[in-house]
């Protein structure tokens, strides 16, 4: 039997470009949860929030909310976008990797949803996508 899909909701705001930036963690947060009722999504835990960049890896929350979905706590991620999550070919491999072994079963923005067999290309592409904004 498959396990049922339960989110974890991930919202990040750079601190060093805040001019740049379109939606507040709050935004993100409020809009996930909108659409996790709207779709009936189980959503486990308290929303992830991180205010720091993602172009060098290490980032704390993030990494302790993989941590928490390799315990099984969680097997998807609810974000705003996929540069919510990466902006770094390290921690999108990791990404990349989750989802590829099933780990994470789904990540899913308002505009799209990313399963294991999209872990390749796709996830590939945006995460260099994500990548070309870092300087």
Do not use: H
């Not at 996930?32 to 980032?59: H, N, Q, V, Y």
């Not at 609810?78 to 919510?84: A, E, G, P, Q």
């Amino acid at each position: 039997m498959e396990p049922k899909i339960k989110y974890f909701i991930y919202a990040r705001k750079s601190s060093e470009d805040s001019q740049r930036q379109i939606a507040s963690i709050d935004d993100q947060i409020n809009a996930l949860k909108l659409i996790g009722e709207r779709e009936g999504l189980t959503i486990a835990s308290i929303p992830f929030k991180e205010e720091r960049s993602a172009k060098d890896p290490g980032r704390p929350i993030f990494n302790d909310m993989l941590k928490r979905i390799e315990a099984g706590e969680a097997n998807a991620i609810l974000c705003w976008d996929n540069d919510r999550l990466s902006r770094n070919p390290i921690e999108n491999g990791r990404l990349q990797w989750m989802l590829q072994k099933s780990v994470i079963k789904v990540i899913k923005t308002p505009g799209r949803s990313y399963y294991p067999e999209d872990a390749g290309l796709l996830m590939s592409i945006e995460g260099g996508r994500a990548t070309d904004y870092v300087m």
